[in-house]
């Protein structure tokens, strides 16, 4: 029998339903490994400039990079326009990392120590 199920198990015999043992014990053993899975998964979408730029040519499927991106032209690039752009787009990432860092590190290191 596994770990999980030994807690599933030893929630409902101190008097938890099935529902409240998934919610209070599982789930809270899961969130860690969904949060680094969800960070580094966003992460891996943020950094696909180079494909969606070599392959998107219609402006209303632009990935946010990509919109960025437009603001570099042949002979001028807008600094203020692509600063502001900027700013808007890594502030919620960044709201995302500092919410989520705990769970990121908690999910890293699950598996690193035995016992």
Known sequence: MTVAGTEEEAAM???????????????????PGVAASFIFNFVNCWN???LS???MNSDSN??????????I????????SMSAAAVL??????????FA???IVQGLTAGSVKG
Request: aromatic share 12%.
């Open 48 to 50: 696909e400039l180079f």
């Open 73 to 80: 032209s042949s002979f001028n690039i807008d600094w203020g």
């Open 62 to 71: 632009k990935t946010i990079p990509t919109a960025l991106a437009g603001f």
């Open 101 to 103: 860092s705990k769970f």
């Open 53 to 55: 730029v070599t392959l």
């Open 13 to 31: 015999i101190d008097g938890c339903s099935r529902l409240g043992a998934l919610f209070k014990v599982l789930v809270p053993v899961m969130l």
């Open 89 to 98: 787009t890594v502030v919620p990432t960044l709201a995302i990392f500092a």
